[in-house]
């Protein structure tokens, strides 16, 4: 959907369209929301309640307080108490324990995102929700142009990322803030903006300070599609489901595939089985890749062939049943706390239109 589709306020129309790409949910859909108790978290808590009480399910705010200012309890406390008037149950969690004094804000990133993460597995959501939009996907695709990202970087932050135990969504990256602050003022809902978001020592907020332009993303993100269902494809076409949360591939067939889809597919791959929230870094992949594509006679013991990767065994095998030969991609042992992404759960939703799997 284009930006100029989207009305100036939101309303659940327009809401209802914005969701249909991340189809199919559950008959009665439980969704999380990471909400900050900003413009643009609040607003997307009301709309995904509505869409989901809609459907006869729920949605519930997740607040994470950081911990690095003294008001953020109490801010916290009072973006619940503010939700719980609307009718949104929300749970607060708590970043504690030592603070970096370097790397700040992607200390606190990460630690968000495991706080949201664990809350959804404890409470079993498929579905979590993050109010980025078009203006922080301008933000992002500035950053990185600067540090002169490829093409995938450019393209932006994806609408949807598959995680062992969710799957994130970012349904208003097409929509401009503008539009998220005319729906709460329609609603009469306030918010409470993070001063961190305006604060020079950070880049983003530099950014802001200084006024991105609406970025020209051309044809990157088309580019990243097409990159993304190649990989998908010849996943379908190569893998197969193999034991101990692994799969299995064909050495050959995936020697027959071009060098770069090749990178791709096991970066996915290793990243999905691995439980890892980055892909391989390029030169081990590389290194990697050789030893797929070398000779495919095992070992006079069967296991000079093997090696790990970013958490992953590589194990050159005889397919049961038969002489052929195949790699085992599975978890590394004594890494088996890490849930691979083999995610039976999200069938629930509807294995024969689970295009998103």
């Known amino acids: 959907m284009s930006i100029a589709a989207i ?18 949910f559950e008959r009665h859909p439980d969704l999380a929301v990471a909400v900050s108790g900003g413009r643009d ?38 973006t619940s108490r503010l939700l719980e008037g609307v009718g949104i ?11 970096p004094q370097t790397g700040l804000q992607e200390a606190a990133r990460d630690a ?26 301008d933000e992002t695709i500035a950053m990185r142009a600067a540090r002169s990202s490829g093409p995938d970087g450019l393209a932006g932050m994806a609408a949807l990322v598959e ?26 809902v306030p918010w409470i903006d993070d001063p961190s978001n305006v604060d020079p020592r950070f ?27 190649a990989a998908a494809e010849a996943g379908v076409m190569l893998l197969e489901v193999g034991e101990e949360g692994g799969v299995a591939l064909d050495p050959e067939m995936l020697q027959s595939l071009p060098l770069d889809l090749r990178g791709r597919l096991m970066s996915r791959v290793v990243q999905a089985i691995g439980g890892r929230r980055h892909q391989p870094r390029r030169e081990r992949l590389d290194r990697a890749l050789a030893r797929l594509s070398g000779p495919l ?35 590394e042992s004594g890494r ?4 691979p992404l083999i995610p039976a759960a999200f069938f629930a939703c509807d294995p024969a239109a689970a295009t998103h799997l």
Request: hydrophobic share 45%; glycine share 8%.
């Open 7 to 24: 009305p100036s306020a939101l309303g659940g129309a327009a809401f209802e369209r914005l969701m249909a790409p991340f189809a199919p």
């Open 41 to 78: 978290s609040l607003c997307l808590a009301l709309l995904a309640s509505e869409w989901a009480v809609a459907r006869e399910g729920r949605a519930i705010a997740l607040i994470v307080d950081h911990g690095l200012r003294r008001e953020s309890l109490n801010e916290a406390l009072a």
């Open 89 to 99: 149950e929300s749970a607060v969690l708590r970043w504690t324990g030592d603070k």
């Open 112 to 137: 968000r995102y495991r706080l949201l993460r664990q809350a959804c597995r404890e409470r079993g959501i498929l579905h979590l929700l993050v109010a980025h939009h078009a203006d922080d996907q």
């Open 163 to 188: 995680w062992p135990e969710v799957r994130m969504l970012r349904p208003l990256l097409a929509v401009r803030r503008t539009a998220l602050t005319a729906t709460l003022e329609v609603r009469g």
């Open 203 to 229: 880049e983003r907020a530099r950014l802001r300070l200084a006024g991105v332009s609406h970025a020209s993303r051309s044809d990157a993100d088309l580019v990243r599609i097409g990159h993304e269902r």
């Open 297 to 331: 006679e095992r070992g006079k013991s069967g296991r000079e062939s093997d090696f790990t990767l970013s958490g992953c065994q590589f194990l050159l095998r005889q397919a049961v049943g038969s002489r052929r030969l195949v790699w085992i991609v599975r978890p």
């Open 336 to 339: 088996k706390d890490r849930q």
